[in-house]
């Protein structure tokens, strides 16, 4: 059905004033922060995203480089894209010698 897939897609609002890849970022670390993507999951690739909220695939591409640079996506070429583990507080600092 048409209306339900309208339903069912994720909020992107082409009158607000905001990019559309913002909204897009926004939401999957949205998803990302209720739990709803765990760490080490694979995000679905460019063009999948890109149905999914239904835009250009280089927008989902450009949602996928905000997310990257927010530090909640490493992508990995030729694999794909995956959630961030979080950074713990004491990553990368020396490890008590006492």
Known sequence: MAGDSARNRPPI???KIAYVYMQMADHIAERIAKGDLHP???????RDLAAEYGVAHLTARRATRELRERG??????????FIAYPETETEGEEPDKS
Do not use: C, F, I
Request: proline share 15%; charged share 20%.
């Open 40 to 46: 080490g999951a694979r995000l679905p690739g460019e």
């Open 13 to 15: 609002d082409p009158t």
């Open 72 to 81: 909640l996506v490493v992508t990995l070429p030729a694999k794909g894209s």
